[in-house]
């Protein structure tokens, strides 16, 4: 029986320079130079929703979830995201891939949902045109989880890291709105050199 081939629900025009298969994914590595900001399709990295009545009895991957909704968590390259009282999104980032969790209480959501980051310089000024959300706040301390609209699509929204003129933002959204998404993206923030951008262009570490 062959390899099962994976796609992510985004496609760019532009080819990227390097590419690699992961785990049945066609991963963009590089395009190549560029300042950015980069807008990067990680559709391929692994995501769970775990939910319960107490989660405070869950460790995912050795991890304590956090005990407030909006708070996050991130270690050895994986972030967990407190939604609410009952659930939480957990997103592989970094690193080798780990093994899937086996309790009941986890569902694997990677091939039901996109999953985009735009991060470099003017993350925010493209941020503040396709969201209301506030990520520049002050109060905001990273990485922390705003649930709301991107480009009128609900999303949950990560503030990964803010420091200067540069932010890493991340949004995990229903799997069929990834092309569109990605394309209004691109075009909102062109005059800012917006760009597809690959894994070496996020700067993320386990």
Not at 21 to 27: L, Q
Not at 64 to 80: F, L
Not at 97 to 122: F, I, M, N, Q, S
Not at 156 to 172: P, Y
Request: glycine share 10%.
């Amino acid at each position: 029986m062959g390899d099962i081939l994976r796609k992510s629900p985004i496609r760019f025009d532009r080819e990227p320079m390097q590419k690699e298969n992961w785990d049945g994914w066609e991963v963009a590595v590089s395009y190549g130079t560029g300042n950015g900001p980069f807008l990067i399709d990680l559709s391929h990295r692994s995501k769970w929703d775990l939910q319960d009545a107490d989660l405070s009895r869950f460790r995912p991957f050795g991890l304590t979830v956090p005990e407030n909704p909006g708070h996050c968590v991130y270690k050895k390259g994986i972030i967990i995201n407190r939604m609410n009282r009952t659930q939480c999104a957990i997103w592989h980032l970094a690193g080798k891939r780990p093994k899937p969790p086996e309790e009941a209480a986890y569902t694997e959501t990677t091939d039901g949902h996109a999953l985009l980051a735009v991060t470099g310089k003017d993350t925010l000024y493209v941020m503040e045109r396709i969201t209301n959300l506030d990520l520049g706040g002050p109060a905001l301390t990273p990485p922390c989880l705003i649930q709301g609209p991107v480009l009128h699509i609900p999303c949950q929204v990560v503030l990964f890291s803010r420091a200067g003129d540069e932010a890493t933002v991340l949004f995990s959204f229903s799997r069929g709105y990834g092309q569109a998404m990605a394309e209004a993206l691109l075009d909102s923030g062109k005059d800012l050199g917006f760009m597809p951008g690959g894994e070496l262009d996020l700067a993320i570490v386990p």
